[in-house]
């Protein structure tokens, strides 16, 4: 079982949808909670991220962690075209040499115009 | 300005051969990374590294190696190299001591053939 589960779509919506991309991890340790966004033959971008149960909101997007369910959402508010990518989640634990990530399989989105 | 800059972007070599991947960045952060992403999109990390110490996945090959020259650079050696090894290679930074964020490159895609 990989520690972090994402499906992996794909995910096809309409312009101006409510996007929601979720994924489930199983190890206790991990603190931190990321989302990236991937578009084709790029390197990830850094979305969002939280350390804490509860919502972050940031212009469209929305990060929510249930640390008791173990479940990381993202939403995404009046989709466009340009949403069209690739979505990873990634949970981190801290070690002496940084803090590595764990990336689930990634979920890709198509915005339809 | 490239915050995470890695060379080269395509890289095409034969089996056998050794070959390295070059990677800055201009963040001032203390930690560098590599990761692997496979064909199906999988990001994995393969190494984590500050001044203080190397954390090595005990999934990757010791034909792989990381070398630091200094802070702002680690670069990545193969040896030997392996029709499996082909993959896209990217190299990330984050604060020590921060929430977890890394920031990408935009990716060497290697092929062996």
């Known amino acids: 079982q990989k520690e972090v589960e994402q499906d992996p779509g794909p995910l096809s919506v309409p312009e101006g949808a409510i996007v929601s991309l979720n994924c489930t991890y199983s190890?206790?340790?991990?603190?931190?909670f990321m989302w990236y966004r991937q578009y084709s033959r790029k390197g990830p971008e850094l979305l969002m991220y939280?350390?804490?149960?509860g919502n972050k909101e940031d212009g469209r997007f929305t990060a929510q962690v249930d640390k008791s369910s173990k479940y990381i959402s993202l939403f995404i508010r009046d989709s466009q075209p340009s949403d069209s990518a690739t979505y990873l989640c990634?949970?981190?634990?801290?070690?002496?040499?940084?803090?590595?990530?764990?990336f689930g399989g990634g979920t890709r989105l198509m915005v339809k115009p | 300005d490239t915050a995470v800059s890695q060379t080269p972007k395509y890289l095409v070599t034969q089996m056998g051969n050794d070959k390295s991947i070059k990677c800055e960045q201009n963040?001032?952060?203390?930690?560098m990374y590599w990761y692997k992403q496979d064909s199906k999109k999988f990001l994995k990390i393969m190494f984590s590294?500050?001044?203080?110490?190397?954390?090595i996945n005990e999934t990757v090959p010791n034909r792989f190696s990381p070398k630091s020259p200094d802070k702002a650079h680690l670069n990545l050696h193969i040896n030997s190299l392996e029709l499996g090894d082909s993959a896209v290679y990217f190299c990330?930074?984050?604060?020590?001591?921060?929430?977890?964020?890394?920031?990408f490159g935009q990716g060497t895609r290697l092929t062996v053939v």
């Open positions: 990330a930074s984050s604060q020590q001591g921060g929430s977890g964020e890394a920031f």
């Open positions: 190890n206790s340790a991990f603190q931190y």
């Open positions: 939280t350390y804490s149960s």
């Open positions: 990634a949970s981190a634990r801290t070690s002496s040499a940084g803090n590595m990530l764990t």
């Open positions: 963040l001032g952060h203390d930690t």
């Open positions: 590294y500050n001044n203080k110490e190397l954390i």
